[in-house]
């Protein structure tokens, strides 16, 4: 499908929440919100720094990546058994269903549970069982993406790897994230280049509060097939002809990069530029507990922000499956699911 029908103003929210899509950018410990870190922490006994969900939720209120980041690790400390894994999986599954998510690729941070003696195990046994179940309950395809924490230091990037080799077969794909800056990819160059030669999908965050020196890195020296967030690629006119060139699809979070301070608000956010200049940017997002929102909230509210059209929602939707790493009958057959939504919708 090439040209969209014009959809009123009106009706585009509708559309926007009804368009399967595909969800490449969600870090499954930033789904947790406050309810359930509570609710865990009781069921294992963990003592939390805050009174109350209403004092926690108060807590969320960000300058930068890092002043989340110590939240959000910080709330990952309840997890501790394999069926708490599962619980926080299974309720992300279940408003990725409410926003027509057809597809989700989940990022993982094993360092952040094996550093306080969980096991590999137990974390990749309790998120397998719910993408299994995502499947067969919800029809939602799902997969693991292992995250190396980009603070810590190659060596330990390649023991995480060791420990879950084992598990090999539940894990789709790497990747690199935690605090960007300071950290950059090639850091981590041996450890990406072992993952490649085990034929893992190969990812990175880049550019999300770091210089676009980081995404030319991530891509030409651990040779990524994605960058995550990326919006600062805008800065270089080389890099933004190369990420065009080569379909390097971006998976950019509109709320996170709000939240985080990335841009001052929505409107000034450059997702419609980086579109427009013809890069395979998707909308993901990224922590959505912290963040405040879901896939669907990032979607109407950026397109209220920035006002992009249906033609826009289109391109974001089809970008998402095309970056998809699945096979090529299901990337086909989510692509005539968007096809016939859009041929349908009465605008
Ligand atoms: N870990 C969880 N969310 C992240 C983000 N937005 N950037 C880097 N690391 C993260
Ligand atoms: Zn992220």
């Not at 969600?26 to 294992?44: M, Y």
């Not at 209220?304 to 086909?332: C, K, P, V």
Request: charged fraction near 20%; include cysteine; glycine fraction near 6%.
């Amino acid at each position: 499908m090439n040209a969209v029908r014009p959809v009123s103003p009106g009706r585009l929210p509708d559309l926007l929440r009804l368009m399967p899509k595909a969800e490449l950018h969600i870090h499954i410990e930033g789904s947790l919100e406050p309810e359930l870190i509570f609710a865990l922490a009781q069921r294992n006994g963990v003592a939390l720094p805050y009174a109350s969900v209403e004092d926690l939720r108060g807590a969320y209120a960000f300058t930068n990546l890092q002043s989340f980041l110590d939240i959000y690790y910080a709330g990952a400390s309840v997890l501790i058994q394999e069926q708490d894994f599962y619980d926080m999986a299974r309720a992300y599954f279940l408003k990725a269903a409410a926003d027509n998510v057809v597809h989700a690729e989940l990022f993982f941070d094993p360092q952040t549970h094996t550093a306080r003696g969980v096991a590999m195990e137990t974390v990749i046994s309790g998120l397998h069982r719910a993408c299994v179940d995502a499947q067969a309950e919800l029809g939602i395809s799902a997969s693991l993406i292992l995250c190396f924490l980009r603070h810590l230091s190659e060596t330990e990037a390649f023991e995480t790897l060791e420990q879950a080799l084992p598990w090999r077969d539940k894990i789709i794909g790497v990747g690199l994230d935690s605090g960007e800056v300071g950290n950059p990819p090639e850091k981590f160059a041996r450890v990406f280049a072992r993952c490649r030669e085990l034929g893992l999908h190969l990812v990175a965050h880049a550019g999300e509060e770091g210089p676009p020196a980081y995404i030319w890195t991530a891509l030409d020296v651990l040779k990524v097939e994605r960058i995550d967030h990326g919006v600062q690629a805008i800065q270089d006119p080389l890099l933004m002809q190369r990420l065009a060139k080569d379909r390097i699809a971006l998976t950019v979070c509109p709320l996170s990069n709000l939240k985080l301070c990335v841009f001052p608000a929505l409107a000034q956010h450059n997702l419609r530029q980086l579109l427009d200049a013809g890069l395979a940017a998707t909308v993901n997002s990224d922590d959505p507990a912290y963040f405040g929102g879901y896939m669907n909230d990032n979607f109407t509210q950026t397109f209220a922000a920035t006002g992009m059209d249906a033609q826009h929602a289109y391109q974001l939707a089809r970008n998402s499956f095309e970056a998809s790493f699945i096979d090529e009958t299901s990337r086909r057959r989510n692509i005539a699911r968007l096809d016939e939504c859009f041929e349908s919708f009465r605008g």
